[in-house]
């Protein structure tokens, strides 16, 4: 059977859906690309596989948005924020280069799950998180998106409770997150991780991506945000636990 970006036909249609899929939860709940896409792609290309396509393939759909968010980000925190980043997100990928593929599929499953449940409860941090804290959650984040590209539960469980207002909080993690996927795919290239095949995929799926994104921002209805927040829920609950090894 003839391969395209190195998959089969079959592997390569469960990861485009998986793209697909990833864009719609985001485009009508604004969250839940990694904790779809990841799970589902990492058993056909591996955990730097699946990091390198996920990072290409998200890298376009905020351009539209940063200039408005340029103009409401705190640019000190978001320089603390990178900077932290940048530092532990090394070792966090260099963990991932001492474990089993399947450990990462574990971690991604478990992670995805874990953020679920802190979702669902609504579990968040009440206390105040003053400027020193923002180099933790960065470091936070740098760690636990290099072993398993997933960056983003330190800074929504901590960096929301910021006494700032919402536009500006918006706006920093919008340019953080837009921020670690250059950091990553840069130090990925460093690590001799990137290749031609990977990356054409992960800007090929851009495409279903931003079709998932269009479709979800479509279906989007104010007035039923609940449902849609529940749908998503259950979208990534399945995503993760198709994701776990277990199967096989």
Do not use: C, H, Q
């Given at each position: 059977m003839p391969e395209i970006f190195g998959q089969t036909?079959?592997?390569?249609?469960?990861?485009?859906?998986?793209?697909?899929?990833?864009?719609?939860?985001?485009?009508?709940?604004?969250?839940?690309?990694?904790?779809?896409?990841?799970?589902?792609?990492?058993?056909?290309?591996?955990?730097?596989?699946?990091?390198?396509?996920?990072?290409?393939?998200d890298v376009l759909?905020?351009?539209?948005?940063?200039?408005?968010?340029w103009v409401n980000v705190e640019r000190g925190d978001l320089a603390r924020l990178l900077l932290s980043c940048a530092l532990a997100l090394p070792l966090g990928l260099w963990l991932l280069t001492m474990v089993e593929p399947v450990v990462f599929r574990y971690a991604v499953s478990l992670v995805s799950l874990t953020m679920l449940a802190v979702l669902v409860l609504?579990?968040?941090?009440?206390?105040?998180?003053?400027?020193?804290?923002?180099?933790?959650?960065?470091?936070?984040?740098?760690?636990?998106?290099?072993?398993?590209?997933?960056?983003g539960p330190p800074v929504i469980l901590f960096y929301m409770a910021r006494p700032l207002p919402v536009a500006a909080i918006r706006?920093?993690?919008?340019?953080?997150?837009?921020?670690?996927?250059?950091?990553?795919?840069?130090y990925l290239a460093g690590m001799g991780r990137l290749?031609?095949?990977?990356?054409?995929?992960?800007?090929?799926?851009?495409?279903?991506?931003?079709?998932?994104?269009?479709?979800?921002?479509?279906?989007?209805?104010?007035?039923?945000?609940?449902?849609?927040?529940?749908?998503?829920?259950?979208?990534i609950a399945l995503a993760a636990l198709s994701g776990l090894p277990l199967w096989g």
């Open positions: 036909p079959w592997g390569l249609t469960l990861i485009a859906f998986a793209a697909f899929l990833g864009g719609l939860v985001r485009g009508f709940s604004g969250f839940g690309t990694a904790l779809v896409f990841l799970p589902i792609a990492a058993p056909f290309l591996g955990p730097f596989g699946a990091l390198v396509a996920m990072t290409l393939m759909g905020p351009i539209p948005n940063l200039r408005r968010a609504g579990l968040r941090y009440r206390g105040k998180v003053r400027r020193a804290m923002v180099g933790g959650i960065g470091l936070a984040a740098g760690f636990l998106g290099g072993v398993a590209g997933i960056p706006a920093t993690i919008l340019l953080f997150l837009f921020g670690f996927d250059f950091l990553i795919l840069g290749s031609v095949a990977t990356a054409l995929l992960g800007l090929a799926l851009a495409v279903p991506n931003m079709a998932g994104n269009l479709l979800g921002g479509w279906l989007f209805r104010p007035e039923r945000e609940r449902a849609y927040r529940w749908a998503a829920y259950a979208m």
